[in-house]
DNA sequence: GAATATGTTTAAAT
DNA sequence: CATTTAAACATATT
């Protein structure tokens, strides 16, 4: 369900929410994925005031006083909910607050991923990659453009649809070979990695309001199976990159 | 019923 | 060694 922009609405929804109040109770449901046993989990975080939510690359970061810190990667399809009155289904993660709110972690697949003080990342995320930083990584490059772009180990945050976004934003078509595109190109790129995330973290936000919602994605230009034609009538084509379905038009350039 | 779905890890193949 | 590919994860939707 989310990637960067969804996640980083989220942190600051969670942060609005539940910031400065202390977690009365953690219910520990799937402790599989846990990097550490669950009576350490809650151990380590009950009783403890929740300061504030950041993003990092795909994770959620929940800071618990000065800085003991709780990641959260939501994998495919994991999703954070509000309680309610009904308890949540596949639940992974109940944080109960004192204030008698709180929020779940859910993931029907069971993949939602929660660690404990996770390590900090030397990948720099793709919101904060400097223009030269991502020149260096495409430079020499013979993978697929839009495989580099999703490489977590490369740069941190871009998943499958913001991908087809961002290249289609650009005008480079998906299977351009990376260290083969121009200079005047990989500045165009960079440019709209940021305006293409930034401005879907705008809208999200906007919708989203304080309320936890996934799956707002009605400004999507390409990346979706129900997309036919471009906001500008460019037919959209699809084809397998990586074993993913990317989905582009024939406007974008190919370089190889 | 079959195909598809937002991500990652691992192993095997090229 | 660098890169690519497939499978697995568990369930819902179309």
Redesign the pocket.
């Known amino acids: ?3 960067l922009p969804d996640l980083e609405v989220f942190s600051q929804i969670l942060t609005r929410r539940y910031g400065g109040s202390v977690l009365e109770k953690l219910e520990v449901i799937e402790s599989r994925k846990l990097n550490v046993p669950a009576k350490a989990l809650k151990a380590c975080l009950e009783g403890h005031k929740l300061s504030r939510v950041i993003r990092s ?2 994770t959620i970061q929940l800071v618990f006083g000065p800085d003991r810190v709780l990641g959260i ?1 939501l ?3 994991g999703e954070l909910v509000a309680l309610s009155s009904a308890s949540p289904r ?1 639940a992974i993660l109940i944080f109960h607050f004192h204030s008698g709110e709180g929020f779940a972690v859910v993931d ?4 939602a991923t929660p660690t404990l003080d996770p390590p900090s990342a030397d990948v720099p995320d793709a919101l904060e990659l400097s223009y030269s930083a991502f020149k260096k990584l495409l430079s020499g ?4 453009i839009k ?1 580099l772009l ?1 490489d ?1 180990k490369k740069l941190r945050g871009i ?3 913001y991908g087809d976004e961002i290249l289609y934003h650009a005008g480079i078509s998906p299977f351009s070979i990376a260290g083969k595109i121009p200079e005047d190109s990989v500045k165009q790129l960079h440019k709209s990695i940021h305006s293409v995330l930034e401005s879907a973290i705008k809208k999200i936000a906007g919708e989203n309001g304080d309320e936890l919602r996934g ?1 707002l994605r009605d400004f999507m230009e390409v ?1 979706g ?1 129900k997309i036919k034609n471009t906001r500008k009538g460019e037919e959209v084509i699809s084809d397998k990159i ?4 990317s989905y582009y038009t024939r406007s974008q350039v190919l370089f190889s």
């Open positions: 369900m989310a990637e690359g795909k990667h994998m495919l399809r596949f029907m697949q069971k993949q490059k013979k993978m697929v495989t999703m977590q998943g499958n649809s799956e990346h199976a990586g074993g993913r379905t």
